[in-house]
């Protein structure tokens, strides 16, 4: 049901690139806009961990230069029966989390420098098999996916304001000037709205999938509870730099800020994240 509900939605990113695609160019605009759809998703496949870790300043590091943490992704891959991920340091004090990459081959596991100052074993440990969970339920690669569309339609949107602003678009032969200035006015505000919405209806409940397979991988489901108050607690403290597209791959919302956008966060509430994982009993 994940896999059809996924397939869906990202049918559905697809499709309002393409409806973007029209306002600029009618008919051709939705040819050209599919085939951008096309490369971009071929691309979010080969290169989505690459991407996303240049954007993060990550570097890679071996079982020398970070034993304990090398160790742990180590010997919690061999209990969910996955190939050992590459691990990598990202640079910064906020305390989070992520996973990337297009299969459990290729995969990659990412934490902050902050995360390793904060986070006793336990809980390190919760993360790091949250994180595993979302490699052996291919939700890396959706995420990534998702990530570049949504981008890319937060991208055409806002040349879509501008569009409307001098007037452009189709021409005004084409169902009327009017009409088509407002429709661009409309989808430069919509379609960010709906690349949210659509990301946040991919993740929230793979969160909550992730939380339990990380709970029961670990076989400390107190640890990842603890991991999430403390991550939640410091991020609000020590904002992170993150871009809105790429937000829902970190295990905790790195979009903090009090604000509109809080309202589509991509992420569960964490409260309701902690009270799951505290009603589990230790496996």
């Known amino acids: 049901m994940n896999t059809i509900k996924t ?46 870790l240049h954007m993060v300043h990550a570097q890679p590091v071996s079982e ?26 990202i640079p910064g004090d906020t305390p989070n989390a992520f996973a990337t990459g297009r299969n459990e081959q290729h995969a990659v596991v990412a934490v902050t420098e902050g995360i390793l100052r904060i986070l006793g074993r336990d809980e390190l440990e919760g993360v790091i098999a949250h994180e595993l969970t979302h490699i052996r339920n291919r939700d890396i690669l959706i995420g990534s996916i998702a990530a570049t569309l949504a981008g890319a339609i937060v991208m055409l949107a806002h040349m879509a304001q501008w569009a409307a602003m001098f007037g452009g678009g189709r021409s005004d032969d084409d169902e009327g000037g009017g009409g088509n200035i407002i429709g661009l006015v409309v989808m430069a505000i919509l379609a960010p709205l709906a690349a949210t919405l659509i990301q946040m209806a991919i993740s929230r409940s793979r969160e909550y999938l992730a939380d339990a397979g990380g709970a029961q991988i670990s076989g400390k489901p107190y640890g990842l509870a603890g991991a999430l108050e403390k991550l939640s607690r410091a991020s609000k403290n020590i904002p992170m730099n993150a871009h809105p597209s790429t937000a829902h791959m970190f295990i905790v919302n790195p979009l903090t800020g009090r604000s509109l956008m809080n309202l589509f966060s991509t992420h569960p509430p964490i409260e ?5 994982l505290r009603s589990m009993r230790p496996m």
């Not at 090398?70 to 190939?83: D, E, H």
């Open 64 to 89: 020398g230069e970070a034993p304990e943490l090398y160790n742990t992704v180590k010997n919690l891959a061999l209990r969910a029966s996955i190939p050992m991920p590459k691990v990598y340091i």
């Open 272 to 276: 309701e994240r902690i009270a799951r």
């Open 7 to 52: 397939g869906l939605l990202l049918g559905a990113l697809t499709g309002l690139l393409m409806l973007i695609g029209g306002w600029f160019g009618g008919q051709n605009g939705v040819v050209i806009a599919f085939f951008f759809a096309v490369v971009m998703n071929f691309g979010s496949y080969w290169f989505s961990d690459k991407i996303v």
